[in-house]
T-cell receptor
Framework: DQQVKQNSPSLSVQEGRISILNCDYTNSMFDYFLWYKKYPAEGPTFLISISSIKDKNEDGRFTVFLNKSAKHLSLHIVPSQPGDSAVYFC???????????WGAGTKLIIKP | EAQVTQNPRYLITVTGKKLTVTCSQN?????MSWYRQDPGLGLRQIYYSMNVEVTDKGDVPEGYKVSRKEKRNFPLILESPSPNQTSLYFCASSFQGPNTEAFFGQGTRLTVV
């Protein structure tokens, strides 16, 4: 049973518009969440993270929102740029965990 | 340059022939881990290491071994590879635990025939 779910395998967004990537989790013990971005033929790179004591974290064009009651987080990219086309993974861990649980990823395509 | 180096990038082998995928990081990170990526499943953690001589199983450890004799190196060993271990493998390191930014290697595409 997948504890971290990214239900949209792909998402297509016009350049300049907002991209919203979603992630749901089932384990209420998770207290730290991270987003990674992956280009083809490369390893993932860290994008942004959020602790469960917050409900929002911003870094430039990237904002992550956490809704603990719904066990849902989302990554907003504003404005979307062609270089944002990649696969985005969300990942989660619990207190004292040394493991990271990953979602299956969402492929974001930015159309010119 | 800060980096995680995996070798080889591509490997085709036969069932049962022992192999090792090497991983080395130059950032003095304590935490290292191995993942496999399969279509539709995302990244699944195989093993991780909190520090030298300290390793533990992830979600999918069967058929794999690791060792951490030095801080910088974390090799992945397949004693008797099978076709279901055909996958894309990533090594990663981070300063302290999975909640800190992880740096990934470029991946090893393994095919077991």
């Amino acid at each position: 049973d997948q504890q971290v779910k990214q239900n949209s395998p792909s998402l297509s967004v016009q350049e300049g518009r907002i991209s919203i990537l979603n992630c749901d989790y089932t384990n209420s013990m998770f207290d730290y969440f991270l987003w990674y971005k992956k280009y083809p033929a490369e390893g993932p790179t860290f994008l942004i993270s959020i602790s469960s004591i917050k409900d929002k974290n911003e870094d430039g064009r990237f904002t992550v929102f956490l809704n603990k009651s719904a066990k849902h987080l989302s990554l907003h990219i504003v404005p979307s740029q062609p270089g944002d086309s990649a696969v985005y993974f969300c990942a989660a861990s619990g207190p004292g965990d040394y493991q990271l649980i990953w979602g299956a990823g969402t492929k974001l395509i930015i159309k010119p | 340059e800060a980096q995680v180096t995996q070798n080889p990038r591509y490997l085709i082998t036969v069932t049962g022939k022992k192999l090792t995928v090497t991983c080395s990081q130059n950032m003095n990170h304590e935490y290292m881990s191995w993942y496999r990526q399969d279509p539709g499943l995302g990244l699944r953690q195989i093993y991780y290491s909190m520090n030298v001589e300290v390793t533990d199983k992830g979600d999918v450890p069967e058929g794999y071994k690791v060792s951490r004799k030095e801080k910088r190196n974390f090799p992945l060993i397949l004693e008797s590879p099978s076709p279901n271990q055909t996958s894309l493998y990533f090594c990663a390191s981070s300063f302290q635990g999975p909640n800190t930014e992880a740096f990934f290697g470029q991946g090893t595409r393994l095919t077991v025939v």
